[in-house]
């Protein structure tokens, strides 16, 4: 997955296509989630073809900490605090019906990488306590362990149009048009394990060049 994951990007940045930034709200079906786990994503995006009405990107997002009512299933025994992210690679084809315009509405769907990780802290061995301790009193060593709690390969549906800001002609290259857009975007996540499957709501930026 890592070698296409490089193989990709060096494709999409060789194509000249463009990247967009986001950010927004990721909820998890199940309601086991308490809230909704803020999500970030960049994206690296191949030229337009078929007459500007498709394009082809690698995404990379990720959930920095995913909240699950202290229910995440662990093997590290009595973990007092757990801290999880999630992470995932795409690959997303886009449809833009109308083609190039002020105004871009586009679905597609594609299919990806995830994985969501644990920083589990928790009590280990007896250990010497540190000078200024009284008598009577244990201490610890604090052991910190990783561990992957959900991986694999899972298909996603998109939608959302492309709000186009500012435009230039690239007279001297291709005459393609050089464009800043704002965007808004909904995401599925589906087959997901952890009880990750859902939706996400994204706003963000992008160019085209």
Same mark, same amino acid.
């Given at each position: ?56 990107? =690698? /995404?990379? *997002? ?7 009512? @202290? ?6 025994? !009595? #973990?007092? &605090? ?15 019906? =109308? /083609?190039? *315009? ?7 769907? @594609? ?6 990780? !644990? #920083?589990? &802290? ?88």
């Amino acid at each position: 997955m890592t070698k296409l994951t490089v193989w990709t990007a060096v494709l999409c940045l060789a194509c000249g296509g463009g990247c967009a930034v986001k950010g927004g709200a990721y909820q998890p079906d199940s309601d086991l989630y308490s809230d909704s786990l803020f999500y970030a994503d960049v994206e690296l995006r191949t030229p337009r073809f078929f007459d500007d009405h498709a394009e082809v990107a =690698l /995404g990379l *997002g990720v959930a920095p900490r995913v909240d699950r009512e @202290g229910r995440l299933r662990t093997t590290a025994g !009595s #973990t007092p &605090r757990v801290e999880a992210r999630l992470m995932d690679v795409r690959l997303t084809g886009r449809v833009y019906p =109308l /083609g190039r *315009g002020r105004l871009n509405p586009y679905v597609g769907g @594609g299919y990806g990488y995830y994985r969501l990780r !644990s #920083t589990s &802290r928790g009590r280990g061995e007896r250990t010497g306590c540190p000078p200024g301790f009284g008598f009577g009193v244990d201490c610890f060593e604090i052991v910190e362990k990783d561990e992957t709690l959900a991986s694999g390969y899972n298909p996603h549906a998109v939608a959302g149009i492309e709000i186009e800001l500012r435009r230039r002609e690239d007279e001297e290259l291709t005459g393609d048009p050089r464009r800043l857009f704002l965007l808004v975007e909904y995401r599925h996540e589906f087959e997901r394990d952890q009880d990750l499957d859902g939706g996400l709501i994204l706003g963000g930026i992008g160019a085209s060049w």
